[in-house]
């Protein structure tokens, strides 16, 4: 049973628009949200995160949300760039005991279009 | 700075045959990784050492997997006997230990597929 769901396997934006990624997760011990963004045949690359006490965070043209009440995040780019294509993978932890391991979702592929 | 590296970057066996993956993390990080990517799904927690112990092996699919850290640098990946199920991509990731949430390196992974 997954605990992160990303339930939009593919979005295709054009250049300049806004690019929305959403998130959805049910384990409320989750504490701590993060996406990643994998490029073909590399590794993921840490992109932004959010702790569970606040409701958004921004960094450049990233910025990420957090509806506590709804399990929900979600990421926006804007403006979006033929560069931010790519898979963006949603993760979440929680502290178990002294152990952090991350859960992430099946990914969203984002399609920038020039 | 040198990332996380992992060898093989590919691998091809048969079914029955035994495979030793290698991770390098970040030197200096106490914190290892190792997670399983297949057919496209979501990126799965393997384990999770802490210097040279096991700090949570709560996703090694079976006993077919052996991981191991010896000295708390690098870590080995074996799986013996591969089954064809074991396919996908072996991510390792490496961070820092501050007791509180660090952000977690990749390495490119190893695809492993077993025929």
Known sequence: ?114 | EAGVTQFPSHSVIEKGQTVTLRCDPISGHDNLYWYRRVMGKEIKFLLHFVKESKQDESGMPNNRFLAERTGGTYSTLKVQPAELEDSGVYFCASSIWTGAYNEQFFGPGTRLTVL
């Open chain 1, 1 to 114: 049973d997954q605990q992160v769901k990303q339930n939009s396997p593919s979005l295709s934006v054009q250049e300049g628009r806004i690019s929305i990624l959403n998130c959805d997760y049910t384990n409320s011990m989750f504490d701590y949200f993060l996406w990643y963004k994998k490029y073909p045949a590399e590794g993921p690359t840490f992109l932004i995160s959010i702790s569970s006490i606040k409701d958004k965070n921004e960094d450049g043209r990233f910025t990420v949300f957090l509806n506590k009440s709804a399990k929900h995040l979600s990421l926006h780019i804007v403006p979006s760039q033929p560069g931010d294509s790519a898979v963006y993978f949603c993760a979440a932890s929680g502290f178990s005991g002294s152990a952090r391991q991350l859960t992430f979702g099946s990914g969203t592929q984002l399609t920038v279009l020039p």
